[in-house]
Nanobody, 126 residues
Framework: QVQVMESGGESVQAGGSLRLSCAAS????????MAWFRQDPGKERKGVAA????????YYADSVKGRFTISKDNNKNTIYLQMDSLKPEDTAMYYC???????????????????WGRGTQVTVSL
């Protein structure tokens, strides 16, 4: 199984930017999807962005479209989440996930992923 580890979370002011990184323990082309999820305490985990590692197809939650960009670097076995125009409602623990999804599985649904990082905290203040 692949292990993933997130980094890059910190506290920023609204309107600012952050880039999160997720490093995998094995070549990322060994899986077909990697994704970012976020979760507030007491709330359910929600999909933010996902990428098909082989095709490069990307998926975004409506709440982040136009502000967040997911990308990959096969050579570094890493995916990124560029977050711009941050809002206080983006505050959450952000998790990276990786797995081999079937063709009918939605890439932004957490139950399809079996490999998770420990998370990195993003806090956006006014």
């Amino acid at each position: 199984q692949v292990q993933v580890m997130e980094s890059g979370g910190e506290s920023v002011q609204a309107g600012g930017s952050l880039r999160l990184s997720c490093a995998a323990s094995t070549p990322i082309y060994n899986t077909n999807y990697m994704a970012w999820f976020r979760q507030d305490p007491g709330k359910e985990r929600k999909g933010v962005a996902a990428i098909n590692i082989r095709a490069g197809t990307v998926y975004y939650a409506d709440s982040v479209k136009g502000r967040f960009t997911i990308s990959k670097d096969n050579n570094k076995n890493t995916i990124y989440l560029q977050m711009d125009s941050l809002k206080p409602e983006d505050t959450a623990m952000y998790y990276c996930a990786a797995d081999h999804l079937g063709s009918l599985a939605s890439p932004l649904v957490d139950r399809h992923y079996g490999n998770w990082g420990r998370g990195t905290q993003v806090t956006v203040s006014l």
